[in-house]
């Protein structure tokens, strides 16, 4: 054999650049394949990753029902604990069962303990008018010398300025300035009355006495001081209500125009009105040098109404021209002039 027909047989021929070149892409193949199995492999994870976090997405609906995810339930669980914090310190705030609530005492200006005042009497709102009946019984009974106070008056009237009297302290208990006035004109026309000292005092007792028999075991020592000192005070402003004697002249005097005829008769019944409401009346007739018989009536009629209620009317130096016209009509004895 040559050596030309052993060249197809070469036992090197693998090792040519060709086979070279087909050994690489195969490696490079390998490589691939081995890539796709990697990528498959890290694809499958996610999947399984993905059907665990559903899973729990499926459990946490089914336990709320309304969260949507994992991080919002954990959000709105986070967010509801202070809300417990809360309601815990409003029960804590709340008193004990035994716990009593006092309410703030008010005193007002006139130092009347206004609070005590208020809520004690509206125990006996209800019971009013049998108040009133009761404490007059009561009054004339334990103290018969204030009774002739009364002569000009009915016991139903008498009854209902009671009642009226303490509706007003009661109204303007708030108001100092008010009820102060308004105790100082009660104060002047009990003074025409012909009250004293001694008549306050006997109408306090009196009264709490029947305020605590009518509210019972309602009536605690607090009540009894409240209105001891209240009554002992309105007895103070309405004596200081009083007028002096010499206010009381003063004040109660109607002077008598030199020459008094039908012109001012008017004038004349509308003074003695007024004083003789409230008051006693003197007439000053000094300087009357002329009067007519329409004066010298209405004179005559304020002494038999002074008469009649109790009141009096007396005369100041009542000049002879005075005496001599009532004596000419026959009214000396009717005017206090003889």
């Known amino acids: 054999m040559t050596k030309k027909s052993m060249i197809g047989l070469d036992p090197l021929a693998w090792l040519s650049p060709d086979n070279a070149k087909g050994s690489s892409s195969k490696k490079k193949s390998k490589k691939k394949s081995k890539k796709k199995v990697a990528a498959k492999s890290a694809a499958t994870k996610k999947k399984v990753a993905k059907k ?5 997405k499926v459990a946490a609906k089914k336990s709320t029902g309304k969260v949507t995810n994992i991080k919002t339930a954990k959000n709105k669980t986070a967010t509801k604990k202070p809300a417990v914090k809360t309601v815990a310190k409003k029960v804590t705030s709340k008193p004990a069962v035994n716990e009593t609530v006092v309410e ?15 809520s004690s009497f509206g125990l006996l709102a209800s019971k009013a008018e049998e ?23 009915t016991p139903e009237e008498q009854q ?64 009894q001081s409240a209105w001891e000192h209240a009554l002992s005070t309105i007895a103070e402003v309405m ?21 008094q005829d039908i012109s001012q008769v008017g004038e004349l019944h509308k003074q003695v009105s007024e ?39 007396s005369w100041q130096s009542p000049s002879d021209a005075l005496r001599q016209s009532a004596k000419l009509l026959g009214l000396e004895t009717d005017l206090k002039l003889s």
């Open 239 to 259: 004596l200081g209500g009083y007028e002096t004697e010499e206010q009381t002249v003063e004040n109660s005097m109607i002077k008598l125009n030199s020459v």
């Open 52 to 56: 665990k976090v559903a899973k729990k």
């Open 131 to 153: 108040l009133v009946e009761t404490f007059y019984r009561e009054l004339f009974e334990q103290h018969p010398a204030v009774v002739p106070m009364f002569k000009n008056t």
């Open 160 to 223: 209902k300025k009671l009642l009226s009297a303490l509706k007003l302290v009661m109204a303007n208990v708030r108001k100092p300035d008010v009820l102060a006035d308004a105790l100082k004109g009660l104060g002047a026309k009990h003074q025409s009355y012909g009250a004293v000292p001694e008549h306050y005092t006997a109408v306090a007792n009196t009264l709490i006495g029947v305020m605590k028999d009518m509210t019972g075991d309602a009536w605690t020592e607090q009540i």
């Open 275 to 313: 004083i003789l409401n409230n008051s006693d009346v003197v007439l000053d007739g000094e300087d009357v040098e002329r009067i007519d018989a329409s004066s010298l009536q209405l004179l005559t009629c304020v002494f038999k109404q002074a008469d009649k209620y109790g009141a009096n009317v």
């Open 104 to 118: 703030d005492t008010y005193i007002s200006p006139l130092g009347l303990d206004v609070t005590t005042l208020e």
